[in-house]
């Protein structure tokens, strides 16, 4: 075996390795665009159209709910934006317990305190990392109101008994699905099987727009109350109840929408590069006993 480059050792590759770039001609076009026409951003607190944002903005939320599936789509500044937003539009309050996996990034657990709800945390599963059912049946007490659900790596949860467990439980479900855009079990999306699913936009992300984030949902009053959140909660004419509905600024800006519409179009070619690459590369380190690759388990 040939002698490690840290003991002396000759360099696999000795060349420059270049930067992955998934921004093409397409994204500068649609960037540049926004730059000439001056609108940045088109969103109001005001009772009409503006309400909803911009032209990019509403194009990116239509041309990507019908990518993966969904009635609607709510645009925001980031993917821990839009988790914060879902555990408010689902109104959980001070003490309602949220089951969470263990390994995680921070934002899938730490939304639910942004209002007083307390993450409890279930374990995951050996191989694929996703949440155990079993675990999360363990996890429920008087308290517990809803799932979060991390499709990790890309690989989907076993939904089908998550499900099963909700709907015993009367609990909500939010998918975080931000490693995840397009990976589907039993021939559906991942993000359309809970009350609503979280997608990031994050520059190292599957597609993305530098910062940004979007949320998937069926439900007409969960889409209302996702747009109240993201854009102060403030609007004039709204008569429903806006009680507990605390607004921020989590909009997206015209120029990141302009990128991420441009992103979404190429989703399959961007996604099916990563899978090539992932499959080489895990191929590659087969033949060595120590090393686990990961795991991608049939529909």
């Known amino acids: 075996m040939s002698k490690l480059v840290y003991r002396g050792g000759s360099p696999a590759f000795s060349g420059k390795l270049i930067d992955y770039n998934p921004i093409g001609k397409e994204e500068k076009d649609a960037a540049m665009a926004v730059l000439e026409s001056g609108k940045l951003s088109g969103f109001v607190a005001t009772g009409d159209h503006r309400f909803y944002g911009g032209e990019k903005v509403q194009e990116f939320e239509s041309i990507f709910s019908k990518k993966i599936g969904t009635k609607y789509g709510i ?83 076993r939904m089908e008994e998550i499900l099963a467990i909700a709907n015993e439980y009367n609990l909500k479900i939010i998918e975080d699905c931000s490693q995840a855009p397009l990976a589907y079990y039993h021939s559906k999306n991942v993000g359309t099987f809970g009350d609503i699913g979280i997608f990031s936009l994050n520059f190292h992300k599957h597609i993305n727009c530098g910062e940004g984030g979007i949320a998937l949902t069926n439900d007409e009053e969960l889409r209302e109350r996702l747009c109240l959140i993201r854009n102060h909660g403030e ?44 499959a080489k590369l895990s191929n590659l380190l087969s033949r060595f006993k120590w090393i686990r690759t990961p795991v991608v388990e049939k529909d």
């Open 235 to 278: 609007v004039k004419g709204f008569s429903d109840d806006l009680s507990h509905t605390v607004g921020w600024n989590f909009r997206l800006t015209e120029l990141q929408a302009a990128i991420a519409v441009e992103q979404t179009k190429k989703m399959d070619f961007l996604i099916g590069i990563k899978q090539k690459q992932a």
């Open 75 to 157: 645009s925001f500044n980031s993917a821990t934006s839009g988790l914060v937003a879902a555990i408010g539009a689902l109104r959980l309050n001070v003490g309602d317990e949220v089951i969470v996996p263990a390994q995680t990034m921070s934002a899938s657990a730490a939304c639910a305190l942004a209002y007083s709800a307390i993450p409890v945390f279930a374990d995951i599963e050996k191989e694929t990392y996703g949440l155990d059912p079993n675990s999360v049946r363990q996890r429920i007490s008087e308290k517990t109101k809803a799932i979060v659900v991390v499709h990790l790596y890309g690989h989907p949860v």
